[in-house]
Each structure stands twice: as structure tokens, then as C-alpha cells.
């Protein structure tokens, strides 16, 4: 496929070739050389492979964003809201008008450095990766002919380390809190789970049965963790699965919780589907609706603005590796992923054991000193 080069009637110049499909492209110039570097550019393209309808990369980058998003099927509870806030609040308002063929490396340094003047650094490293993300799509989908996410200089993320609630905070929180939402806390707080998986939580998920007040309370009961209460795009309330593969567990508790579960239902009943715990309505308990309850509690008792369901999560680990639990059991008990998830999380939490090696390798080869 040559091409050919026309001088019109006008004196510009019409550049005619026929793309890897056999369709007609054609495109005017003013001048002679800039038409046959660009013949020769879609020349190499098709040579190459990486060839692009020139009509493809002129759809807007929000056009495409929107029909990528609406692809995803495998958004669990509130990624995508944050997908959707994240475009149209930091993303669109730089690139959404553009055509996504224009964009150039420049334009997404500056999605990145108007966001971090108002984001913190994770944030911003997750407003990337998405631009990132639908980029990438648009390569595949041969909008363009490569990304322009290209060296791009982003914010450095210091690690904050986790500093646990201390008891005594915990106390005011359940004491804080509405009746209706104590015993989620302390659940909570018992057993590390997550708030979607407590907001999912079940009656057929306790085993054994829990029984009334004044009949035989058994001294332990396994929780079977292997969903959360999810919400679907059509913001509708509904059962998924766990976060990860490994946040399928089975969960013990012991007596004071199961004193608490028991004294919960026999107050409020169950929800729907079995729901232990339920809104004042009697529906789900949605991930919105618990966050605002407890960023209002948090703010009464000057707890940091970040404070969440998940701080019991916290909670929960620091006990156990107080108690000195081993990586692997904190692991388990809370459903990470892997240890490593455990060990950037909570390393900072585990005492310094430099005294106790020492110890250990004097018991053990000091005698050939001797």
C-alpha cells in the first residue's frame, strides 16, 4: 500500500491510501511535505502493526471512560462510586473534553499534579492507575496507537503506620453508638471482620444455633464467613462474595459475644434473608449508612477524621499479636490474602524479639565458647 498524494484545485494537498481493512482513508494538507510524512507514518503503522483509524482516536476520553466503565463487571461494594467520583472530579474536568488521540504524556502529568494539590498521594497514585487502566483498554481497542502514560512523575506515599484503638476508646465508641450498632461493634471488634461481612452477617451463618436467654449457652460458636452484604450499581443491597479467596474462613467467638448476639436478636430481631444486623427499618444495613454513623460518633469523641468500621479490624489484630499470635494465625484470623498483607499492615505492632534471639543463641552454642 503506497498511497497517493493530490494537489487540489485549492492548493492543498489530499493524501489517499487504503488502511489494513481495505477502507479509504483520506486527509488534506497544506503543504506537500506534511502530507507524505504523514503517508509515511501510516505506512510504518501498518507495517508495524500498531495501526489506528484516524476516526477511532477522535471519541472523547470521557466517551470512552464511560463505555469502559459501564463494562466492568467485577466492581465489588463502592469501587465502582469511587471509580465513577474519581473520574468525574479529578479526571474529566482536565482530559474529559479531549479527543483521546490528543492526549500526549503532558496532559496526564497535569491530571496528576492538579490532583495532588487537594488529594493526598495514595489517592492520587489511584487516580493514575485508573487514567492508566482505560488507556490501556484503548490501546487494545485500537483507539490509539500507544499510551500516553509514560513516565510520569507521581507523589511519593509515605507509609503511615496503624496505631490500634486503645480499649478505653473502644469502650466510649459502644457506649457512643446507637443501641442498634453496639453489638456490630463489638462482633467487630471480637473477631476482625469486615464491615461489609458483619452487614452480611447471617443467623444461618452460626453454628451452633444461638438459643434464648435462660436456655443452655454454648461456650463457643463458629461464624462462617463467606460472603459480604455488597451494593450492585443499581444501588441495590445484596449478598457477594469475600474480598479475596482467603477471606473465606470459618471464625470462633466465645461467650461475651455470643451474649451480646443473643441479647441483640432477641431485641431487634433478624432482617431479611436472616440479617443479625439491620437498619432501623428492618432492611440492610448499607456501607454509606454505617460509615455516617460512625464518622458522627468518631467526631464527637475527637477520634482522626479517617476513623472507621475498620479500625475494630485494627483493634482485633493488635490483640492478637499482643497476645503473641503468630503472623500466620493474624493472618488467617482476618482473612488477608497473604502474610505479606499482615506484615505491611501490622509489622510495627510485633515486640522486638532482639533480646529473646540472643537468649536463644546463647542457650544453644554458648557452650563452645567454653
Not at 489530499?14 to 511535505?33: E, I, M, N, T, Y
Not at 468500621?309 to 494465625?329: C, K, M, N, P
Request: include cysteine; hydrophobic fraction near 40%.
Amino acid at each position: 500500500m503506497a498511497g497517493t498524494i493530490k494537489k487540489l484545485a485549492d492548493g492543498k494537498y489530499q493524501v489517499r491510501f487504503r488502511d489494513g481493512d481495505g477502507r479509504q482513508v483520506a486527509k488534506r494538507f497544506k503543504l506537500r511535505k506534511e502530507a507524505q510524512n504523514w503517508l509515511d507514518e501510516q505506512v510504518a503503522a501498518l507495517v508495524r502493526g500498531d495501526y489506528v483509524d484516524p476516526s477511532a482516536s477522535k471519541v472523547t476520553f470521557r466517551a470512552y471512560a464511560e463505555k469502559w466503565r459501564a463494562a466492568q463487571l467485577h466492581h465489588r461494594d463502592g469501587t465502582a462510586d469511587h471509580i465513577e467520583s474519581r473520574l468525574r472530579l479529578h479526571v474529566y474536568p482536565v482530559i474529559g473534553g479531549r479527543q483521546i488521540g490528543t492526549l500526549r504524556r503532558t496532559d496526564i502529568q497535569t491530571v496528576v499534579t492538579t490532583a495532588s494539590k487537594t488529594l493526598a498521594p495514595s489517592t492520587v497514585r489511584l487516580i493514575y492507575s485508573l487514567v492508566a487502566t482505560i488507556l490501556n483498554s484503548a490501546v487494545m481497542d485500537q483507539h490509539i496507537a500507544r499510551t500516553p502514560c509514560v513516565r510520569i512523575n507521581l507523589p511519593e506515599v509515605v507509609d503511615k503506620k496503624v496505631s490500634p484503638l486503645t480499649i478505653e476508646q473502644l469502650e466510649a465508641i459502644v457506649a457512643a453508638l446507637p443501641e442498634r450498632y453496639r453489638a456490630m461493634a463489638i462482633v467487630g471488634a471480637a473477631t476482625g471482620m469486615r464491615s461489609g461481612e458483619l452487614r452480611g452477617l447471617t443467623l444461618d451463618r452460626i453454628s451452633p444455633a444461638l438459643f434464648p436467654r435462660g436456655l443452655r449457652m454454648p461456650e463457643t460458636v463458629t461464624i462462617t464467613v463467606d460472603r459480604q452484604l455488597i451494593r450492585t450499581r443499581e444501588r441495590v443491597p445484596q449478598f457477594g462474595p469475600p474480598k479475596t479467596p482467603r477471606a473465606d474462613r470459618l471464625v470462633t467467638i466465645g461467650v461475651s459475644t455470643i451474649k451480646v448476639l443473643v441479647e441483640h436478636l432477641e431485641t431487634y430481631g433478624t432482617g431479611p434473608e436472616g440479617l443479625i444486623f439491620s437498619s432501623r427499618v428492618g432492611g440492610p444495613i448499607e456501607r454509606s449508612a454505617a460509615g455516617g454513623v460512625w464518622q458522627r460518633v468518631a467526631a464527637d469523641l475527637g477520634l482522626p477524621a479517617r476513623s472507621g468500621w475498620h479500625d475494630l479490624r485494627h483493634f482485633h489484630a493488635s490483640l492478637l499479636i499482643a497476645d503473641g499470635r503468630s503472623v500466620r494465625a493474624v493472618a488467617d484470623r482476618l482473612g488477608h490474602a497473604d502474610v505479606a498483607e499482615t506484615l505491611r499492615t501490622y509489622a510495627h505492632l510485633w515486640p522486638n524479639d532482639e533480646e529473646r534471639s540472643v537468649s536463644a543463641t546463647e542457650a544453644a552454642i554458648g557452650h563452645l565458647s567454653a
